[in-house]
């Protein structure tokens, strides 16, 4: 069986990642820093839970080494990250601290423990997730979360580089803005439709399971030779 593990499993798009894994077949570990909101998760999909923060090398390593032993994981999906809007001037130093420690920190020693088991097999793939802001500004100051998804994508594209020789594939979805709970609730209708006119060709934003069927293809022998690739899902908003 394929065992997959998804950082931010817990809502969102993580939840949506979770649950296209688990549907094709995939023994599933959710692993989020809210616990109890991860195990909720894991019950309804039917898959397993386990805390992470991902800042923590030691309890990525940990925690990897304890999936791996059960069943050698083939699927890693990095999606636990925060949004942060607040300008180049006013951006404080922790805020800036605990955007790249999330977003960059967190996703780079996850694709390395990721990459430890996996490229002494010969197999397994690994999916970040960047952002369209890692090819232009945020439609909003968002300094510091343009520069992390940015800094993802070329995460992604250096580990590729190291990890093809092995047969081991790097790639990124990069959506645009997607409709979960917290977008939703953060915009108003009145907004939401004004970014979609002026912003978004397709005239709607992303539902989160159409950025997990980015991630499942990615991750699936259809991408059989396709690594260090940024798969853009987001309505025409980079055209």
């Known amino acids: 069986m394929s065992t997959a593990l998804v950082t ?6 993580g939840r949506a990642i979770a649950e296209a894994l688990a549907a094709r077949g995939d023994e599933v570990v959710i692993a989020d820093v809210d616990l109890p909101g991860a195990e909720r998760t894991a019950a309804e999909l039917h898959c397993r839970a386990a805390a992470l ?6 309890q990525i390593g940990d925690l990897f080494a304890a999936v791996d032993a059960r069943s050698p994981l083939t699927t890693v999906v990095c999606n636990a990250g925060l949004g942060y809007a607040g300008s180049f001037l006013d ?9 790249m420690g999330v977003n960059v920190k967190g996703v780079f020693f996850v694709v390395q423990a990721a990459l430890r088991l996996m490229v002494p097999r010969g197999r397994g793939s690994i999916v970040t997730v960047a952002s369209t802001s ?16 940015a800094a993802v994508k070329m995460l992604t594209v250096a580990a590729a580089r190291e990890a093809a020789p092995a047969g081991v594939r790097v790639n990124a979805v990069a959506p645009g803005t997607v409709g979960t709970e917290l977008v939703r ?16 060709p397709m005239g709607r934003l992303a ?3 159409e950025i997990a069927r980015a991630v499942a293809f990615l991750s699936s022998d259809a991408a ?7 798969l853009v899902v987001d309505g025409g908003w980079l055209t």
């Open 207 to 209: 539902e989160p399971e």
């Open 224 to 230: 059989s030779y396709v690594t260090g690739h940024a």
């Open 53 to 58: 923060d991902v800042t923590s090398v030691d």
């Open 185 to 200: 609730a953060l915009l108003t209708p009145e907004a939401t439709e004004r970014l979609t006119r002026e912003r978004i």
């Open 8 to 13: 931010g499993g817990a809502r969102g798009i």
């Open 134 to 149: 890692a090819f232009t500004a945020s439609s909003v100051p968002m300094a510091v979360y343009d520069a992390s998804k």
């Open 91 to 99: 951006t404080r130093e922790d805020e800036y601290d605990r955007v």
